[in-house]
C-alpha cells in the first residue's frame, strides 16, 4: 500500500530481513527484561558521602568483602570486594572512614584494613 510518500509502506506483518539470519540463535523472546522497580531516596548516596573528584592515590586495601551502606539508608547497600584500594581518611576506635576509586565514603572495620607498601601511590 502506498503512503503519504508515494512509497510502499510495510504492512506491519512483514519479516525483518535480518531474522533469519538469527533464527536458532535467539528464543522465542528475544529480550526478557525484570520487572521494573522504582528506588527511593534512600538508595540515593548522598552528597555528603561521596567524594568528587574520586581518589586516585590509595593508603588501603581491604583484606576482606566489607559492606557498607550510606547513612540515610538503614540497610546496607552492597559489598566494597576484598582487595579494593582505599584512601583511609578517618580512625574512629576500631572503625575508620574510608574512601575508595568510586568516590564511596564508608565506614570499615580498621582490622579489614591493610596499609599498602607504598602508601599514596596511585592505583
Known sequence: MAGATGREEPSGNEEHPAASHH?????DEAMIRPPIEILGDESL???TETVR???????HELIGDEPYG?????ER????PAGTRVV???VDGDRCWVVDGD?????????SLRKLPEAGTGS
Open 23 to 27: 533464527e536458532g540463535i535467539w528464543p
Open 45 to 47: 548516596a548522598a552528597p
Open 53 to 59: 573528584p574520586a581518589p586516585n592515590r590509595f593508603t
Open 70 to 74: 550510606f547513612v540515610a539508608a538503614q
Open 77 to 80: 547497600t552492597g559489598y566494597i
Open 88 to 90: 583511609l581518611m578517618r
Open 103 to 111: 568516590g564511596r565514603q564508608v565506614l570499615v572495620p580498621a582490622s
